[in-house]
């Protein structure tokens, strides 16, 4: 399928790349239909971060990243009946994302721990909820990113 988008222009999507949010983003519950988009010109498959792309409106896209990149004890306790829609969850098909808040000052980055979107990879079904924990809205990734890369042995 192709599709219009205002950061990479037209895409060619897969339709079974396509996963369904029934109730939408928190806020935008009108936009349905995303794909996740990695940049590919880093030469890798999955990056730390990629883009939640609207199949619904060209001009919204959400920067993603796994959160246990950033937090890797993240385990949020979900209430069981939001996450009945998108079918039987186990370890294998469970995706995780929370969005990405880039600021021109990059120690201001942060991650929503609060609000993560939920993805049962065999049904391509998803859901952003907000999570019963204490986490924030707005966890600050700098620190966290420059010590994961300092133990990768990169500068």
Same mark, same amino acid.
């Given at each position: 399928?192709?599709? *219009?988008?205002?950061?990479?222009?037209?895409?060619? %999507?897969?339709? =079974?790349?396509? %996963? &369904?949010? =029934?109730?939408?983003? %928190?806020?935008?519950?009108?936009?349905?239909?995303?794909?996740?988009?990695?940049?590919? *010109?880093?030469?890798? #498959? =999955?990056?730390?971060?990629?883009?939640?792309?609207?199949?619904? /409106?060209?001009?919204?896209?959400?920067?993603?990243?796994?959160?246990?990149? @950033?937090?890797?004890?993240?385990?949020?306790?979900?209430?069981?009946?939001?996450?009945?829609?998108?079918?039987?969850?186990?370890?294998?098909?469970?995706?995780?994302?929370? &969005? @990405?808040?880039? &600021?021109?000052?990059? #120690?201001?980055?942060?991650?929503?721990?609060?609000?993560?979107? @939920?993805?049962?990879?065999?049904?391509?079904?998803?859901?952003?909820?907000?999570?019963? /924990? /204490?986490?924030?809205?707005?966890?600050?990734?700098?620190?966290? @990113?420059?010590?994961?890369?300092?133990?990768?042995? *990169?500068?």
């Amino acid at each position: 399928m192709k599709a *219009e988008s205002r950061l990479f222009g037209n895409i060619d %999507i897969d339709e =079974e790349k396509i %996963i &369904t949010l =029934e109730g939408g983003m %928190i806020g935008l519950p009108d936009f349905q239909r995303f794909a996740l988009i990695f940049d590919e *010109e880093k030469g890798q #498959k =999955e990056s730390s971060i990629m883009w939640f792309q609207s199949m619904d /409106d060209p001009g919204t896209a959400f920067p993603v990243m796994h959160p246990n990149l @950033v937090k890797p004890d993240y385990n949020p306790t979900v209430n069981d009946e939001l996450l009945a829609p998108l079918g039987t969850l186990t370890e294998e098909n469970t995706y995780v994302l929370v &969005t @990405v808040t880039a &600021t021109a000052d990059v #120690k201001e980055t942060s991650v929503n721990l609060k609000a993560p979107i @939920v993805i049962n990879t065999d049904t391509r079904k998803g859901c952003q909820m907000i999570v019963e /924990d /204490d986490y924030p809205v707005k966890y600050r990734i700098y620190e966290a @990113v420059k010590g994961r890369k300092k133990e990768a042995g *990169e500068s």
